[in-house]
């Protein structure tokens, strides 16, 4: 089992920044990535960025040039949230990929951009 919470969600307004972090806590070492997705209200969830054990990122193409994603992939991994946009609004959710298929969540932490 593998557990994650999330945190550094919150307003702040177009063009501004935030840094979400999450930590990961149990059987951290069967973990080979992890990732950020998101979900605006009334639609579907989308995945934002990953970052996998050797490093290897890849971002939406929404977020592209303005997120970046980095950590340590067995326990934090964060995400840097440059040029905020009101579309950017929505709960992020921290995601880890267990060895054998496996998928945890988050429980979520919210953006909003708003002025």
């Known amino acids: 089992q593998v557990q994650l919470v999330e945190s550094g969600g919150g307003l702040v307004q177009p063009g501004g920044s935030l840094r979400l972090s999450c930590i990961a806590s149990g059987d951290i070492f069967s973990i080979y990535a992890m990732g950020w997705s998101r979900q605006a209200p009334g639609k579907q969830r989308e995945l934002v960025a990953t970052?996998?054990?050797?490093?290897?990122t890849t971002y939406a193409d929404s977020v592209k040039g303005r997120f970046t994603i980095s950590g340590d992939t067995t326990n934090t991994v964060y995400l840097q949230m440059n040029s905020l946009k009101p579309e950017d609004t929505a709960v992020f959710y921290c995601q880890a990929n267990q060895r054998g298929g496996r998928l945890y969540w988050g429980r979520g932490t919210p953006v909003t951009v708003s002025s």
């Open positions: 970052i996998t054990s050797g490093g290897t």
